[in-house]
């Protein structure tokens, strides 16, 4: 590879490289960026750098152990798609986009902290009462063989 030349955009300097089949490249937010020619490199920098200015305020829920957090979607990081995220709590954090978020109004945050509190002690109802009745084929094989061998009104062989 050899460098060809510098591309500026919002006074961030990219060094250019151009490898032996034609193909443009330079570092951006940590990734390798690539495309066939300079004008489309140039354009794949303008947008991540538009994304970066880009100013967005999208309040949601998630569920998170039984609670619902409350968090801001800010923008979307550059270089993993995450979503940029501030919560009630003032930190900053990156969320995976394809996790389940709610849009839930205010009026309706009571109604959905009481589903959410009944669903949570449903579950963890069903999970003791499942604990006492749940087994492995593991752990009942002896059995299962026991009760396979004599309806078949065969000894039971291990084979």
């Given at each position: 590879?050899?460098?060809?030349t ?15 089949n ?8 940590g990734?390798?960026l ?13 947008a991540?750098?538009?994304?970066k200015?880009?100013?967005i305020k999208?309040?949601?829920?998630r ?18 798609n ?9 930190k900053?954090?990156?969320e ?16 959905a ?20 009745h ?16 004599k ?9």
């Open positions: 590879m050899a460098k060809v510098t591309i500026e955009i919002d006074g961030a300097k990219y060094p250019v490289d151009c490898n032996e034609g193909q443009f490249g330079t570092y951006a937010e990734d390798w690539k495309a066939p020619s300079l004008d489309l490199l140039k354009k794949k920098l303008l991540i750098s538009k994304r200015r880009a100013h999208i309040p949601f829920y569920e998170n152990d039984g609670k619902l957090l409350r968090g801001v979607i800010t923008g979307i990081h550059a270089r993993t995450n979503f940029l995220v501030v919560w009630d709590t003032g900053k954090d990156q995976n986009y394809w996790q389940d978020y709610y849009a839930i109004d205010d009026k309706e945050l009571p109604e902290n009481r589903l959410l509190t009944a669903a949570t002690a449903a579950t963890a109802a069903w999970n003791t009462f499942t604990s006492k749940k087994f492995t084929s593991k752990h009942k094989m002896e059995d299962i063989r026991q009760q396979v061998a309806a078949a009104g065969v000894e039971d062989v291990d084979l």
